[in-house]
T-cell receptor, first 115, second 111 residues
Framework: GAVVSQHPSRVICKSGTSVKIECRSL??????MFWYRQFPKKSLMLMAT?????????EQGVEKDKFLINHASLTLSTLTVTSAHPEDSSFYIC???????????FGPGTRLLVL | GEDVEQSLFLSVREGDSSVINCTYT??????LYWYKQEPGAGLQLLTY?????DMKQDQRLTVLLNKKDKHLSLRIADTQTGDSAIYFC???????????FGSGTRLLVRP
């Protein structure tokens, strides 16, 4: 139980284009999902907290117009990197929280490379 | 992860015990977690401990929490080559459930 998927697992795009990453909770409903960014050999940095049916809460220093988050249903949250630049290249990981155990379950991550 | 610190690297021989240490600064932490990350993959929750507990054991894993010193450790008994990975400790504070991660400890298990 508590499986979280991400799609795509890997994406390469040209500078200036937008990329959408999906995060799905497969066997549970997640009222809250989190988006993290991980640089090579570094820790995870929380970008934003996504609550179903409401606007995401962004961490300090994260541009909300750059990283658009939509949490349209209890099983799906999307992160759209708009007008991507090479410095946006990173490993993006989502997590979903079950309301009962308040434990975060992580997706497998999406590696984004912007050329 | 500047509020949560871990040593960067640990190397052990297969069959030995591994002890990964973590220190944190916020005394209001409610839950403390250990996650495992294999290369190119997401994070797998290994175990967690509530802040009012001293110890938690789960098969080969033992978590010790010293709240006074704000020190958390993960002991892996009979370490196997499949345990080679990066291990992250994380804390959550108050009711926000946001996780603050340490920098990760890379565990290498030698045959």
């Amino acid at each position: 139980g508590a499986v979280v998927s991400q799609h795509p697992s890997r994406v390469i795009c040209k500078s200036g284009t937008s990329v959408k990453i999906e995060c799905r909770s497969l066997d549970f409903q997640a009222t809250t999902m989190f988006w993290y960014r991980q640089f090579p050999k570094k820790s995870l940095m929380l970008m934003a907290t996504s609550n179903e049916g409401s606007k995401a809460t962004y961490e300090q220093g994260v541009e909300k117009d750059k990283f658009l988050i939509n949490h349209a249903s209890l099983t799906l949250s999307t992160l759209t990197v708009t007008s991507a630049h090479p410095e946006d290249s990173s490993f993006y990981i989502c997590s979903a929280m079950t309301g009962i155990q308040e434990t975060q379950y992580f997706g497998p991550g999406t590696r984004l490379l912007v050329l | 992860g500047e509020d949560v610190e871990q040593s960067l690297f640990l190397s052990v021989r297969e069959g030995d015990s591994s002890v990964i240490n973590c220190t944190y600064t916020d005394s209001s932490s409610t839950y403390l977690y250990w996650y495992k990350q294999e290369p190119g993959a997401g994070l797998q929750l290994l175990t967690y401990i509530f802040s009012n507990m001293d110890m938690k054991q789960d098969q080969r894993l033992t978590v010790l929490l010293n709240k006074k010193d704000k020190h958390l450790s993960l002991r892996i008994a009979d370490t196997q080559t499949g345990d080679s990975a990066i291990y992250f400790c994380a804390e959550s504070r108050d009711s926000s459930y946001k996780l603050i991660f340490g920098s990760g400890t890379r565990l290498l298990v030698r045959p």
